[in-house]
């Protein structure tokens, strides 16, 4: 008898380990634990064991049980079969989700090259700041050195807001982030955390401008402004440049062109050599404006001339975007058409 149930549990034991599937382990359950397995029969056969071997015959008969009983669990789990062949599919939980149906979003095209611009100006020691796009007289022209007759101040070429005249009241939309440079420079005098200053400011600017390829009622600057003992037009140009050929590469072509602006003295364009097609040859496009900071303005703000000279400049961001990623007309970048915005 004691061989017999030896017997039954090696074979059935290597059995089980053979085994690989729900459906073939459910039966090898009802073969070696069912009612007609050989274990049953030999506990059926225990009344015909003689008296004196029955307790170790019984004993052994448990042992076998509870170890086939034992492997059989353990197998069960191993192969993830839950309830055997009734339950139902296999839950993977490391597949991939269906990620087609939540497309990733992403930063606008603006937003990206206005913070890489910001990165690049910071890397030569330019911090950001900035001001209100709802802005007074006084800072949008006045201390800009840009006097009430001036054209500049045409309704014509300005949102202006309901509020006309009042001095230090909110009065347009700023068509100019030149504004900040007179915000920044009070706020140092005042507070008297310098000069020195070294500051870039992005934002948005608005103009009544019929809207073209190049044009937009609304779009992006970025000014900087650098005031510090012995700043010259030698320091504005190697800032630009180094500007151009980090942000653009290092065959980057810029050039300074003599201009007007009330709040610089001199005053120069800066353009740049930029392809806006593939099919185009690189041409001459203008950034934006520059120069060193006119005494007047200066000494507009607290600051004296005579210990100070700085430079400045304002550049569109739309331009400088067409430029790098070779975007032909401005108005692909305020369509939101998500073909557009996706290539880039
Ligand atoms: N504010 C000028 C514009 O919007 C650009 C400009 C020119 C900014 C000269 C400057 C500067 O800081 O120095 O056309």
Not at 207 to 229: C, K, N, W
Request: proline share 7%.
């Amino acid at each position: 008898m004691l061989d017999q149930l030896n017997h039954i549990e090696q074979t059935g034991l290597a059995e089980l380990a053979t085994l690989a599937d729900p459906a073939a382990l459910d039966a090898w359950k009802s073969s070696y634990l069912g009612n007609k397995s050989p274990l049953k029969a030999a506990l059926a056969g225990l009344k015909d064991v003689p008296k004196d071997a029955k307790p170790a015959v019984g004993k052994r008969m448990n042992e076998v049980k509870q170890a086939l009983e034992a492997a059989y669990e353990s197998r069960r789990s191993a192969l993830g079969a839950g309830g055997g062949a009734a339950a139902g599919p296999r839950l993977d939980m490391t597949e991939p989700g269906l990620l087609e149906s939540h497309a990733l979003g992403r930063r606008h095209i603006i937003m990206r090259v206005r913070a890489e611009l910001v990165e690049v100006f910071a890397r030569m020691g330019f911090e950001v700041a900035q001001g209100p796009e709802l802005e007074d007289d006084e800072h949008n022209f006045i201390k800009l050195n840009i006097p009430p007759e001036h054209p500049a101040r045409e309704p014509i070429d300005n949102f202006y807001v309901d509020n006309p005249g009042a001095v230090g009241q909110p009065r347009m939309m700023r068509s100019q982030t030149s504004t900040v440079q007179i915000r920044v420079m009070e706020d140092a005098v005042a507070k008297g955390w310098g000069p020195p200053i070294k500051i870039v400011s992005p934002g948005r600017v608005y103009r009544p401008d019929t809207v073209d390829a190049t044009h937009s009622f609304m779009f992006h600057q970025i000014e900087g402004l650098y005031i510090d003992r012995a700043v010259t037009m030698a320091d504005l140009k190697t800032t630009l440049f180094q500007f151009a050929r980090a942000y653009f590469g290092k065959d980057a072509e810029i050039r300074l062109r003599p201009s007007f602006f009330p709040f610089t003295e001199p005053s120069a364009e800066f353009d740049m050599k930029i392809k806006l097609r593939p099919d185009e040859p690189a041409r001459w496009v203008e950034l934006g404006g520059c120069g060193m900071v006119d005494p007047a303005v200066l000494t507009g703000c607290g600051i004296d001339p005579e210990v100070w000279t700085g430079f400045a400049f304002g550049f569109g961001i739309e331009r400088i975007a067409m430029g790098r990623y070779g975007i032909p007309d401005i108005r692909m970048l305020f369509e939101n058409d998500v073909r557009f915005l996706e290539q880039l």
